[in-house]
């Protein structure tokens, strides 16, 4: 008869915490390893610098890279850097754009400043004009803390004939899209935009879309930081602001990789409704690549 393990034998069941160490150890061994055969491979060496210094992950270039060697490409230095670009091309989500949309709410959120009331009147003008439907569209302020939000709405509702919405008119009339402004979010912000959406889904049957606007000037933390303030929310996808305004978009495609949440348009610029591109990897690798 075998005798019962107590609790305090040596064989005991890996913690949460064990099981942590140890991927962080094999990764640490995988990113050696890596190391060590770029050491012996010039060329894949020197295309891994290359990303490294246009600002990519060095851990994941060197990983993804190297078990090139030995192999038919590693003499190759274009097949190398185009296939960095096809695993970034793999990795980066792109939502597409729909063409005929009903009863729907899209509320854009983002940092102060991030331009998010002119990605408003982009989009509202977008699909009131500029898609094989013409959708009936309103705009509505919920950005009661930015001086001159109000205004700034007005101006491009009256511009582009749309109506300017106040919270409780949601219920009087029925639109395809309804899209709304809101603050940067802090705090007592954020809590009151969690009421707004609680009273769209109790009142109405409108769906509700949340889409985070993020510059492309923004540094890793700064992104990260911005994520975890908004995804309490639902984030559905994310929009690209400020691409004219930087040539290093590194830290936003490490973003990108790391989250894997689909970007729906990019905003390349002041003008409305001009400056606004449907996403695609396409536009962002080129961009990424652009002085190359």
Known sequence: MSKKKSPNSEEKLLTVEDVRALREEIALMHGSLAKDVLEHTPLIKKVVNKFIEKGLNASWTEKLLAPLAGSALEDDELILISYVLEELDALLKIEDEEKKVSKCVRIIVGSTGIGKSSLLGKLAARYKYFLPKKHSVALVNFDQEKVGAQEQLENYAEAMEIPLLAILELLEEEY?????????????????????????????????????????????????????????????????????????????????????????????????????????????????????
């Open 176 to 292: 395809d899209i309804l899209f709304i402004d809101t603050a940067g979010s802090e705090g007592e912000d954020l809590e009151a935009l969690k009421e707004l959406i609680a009273f769209i889904e109790s009142y109405t049957d409108y769906k509700i879309e949340i889409s985070l606007a993020l510059s492309a000037t923004a540094k890793m933390r700064d992104l990260e930081k911005i994520h975890r303030r908004f995804s309490s929310l639902g984030i559905k996808n994310f929009i690209l602001t400020k691409l004219d305004e930087t040539t290093d978009l590194s830290d936003i495609i490490n973003f990108l990789i790391k989250e894997k949440t689909p970007i729906s348009y990019i905003s390349t610029g002041t003008n409305i409704p001009e400056d606004l591109e449907v996403a695609s990897k396409e536009y962002i690798l080129n961009q990424f690549m652009k002085e190359d």
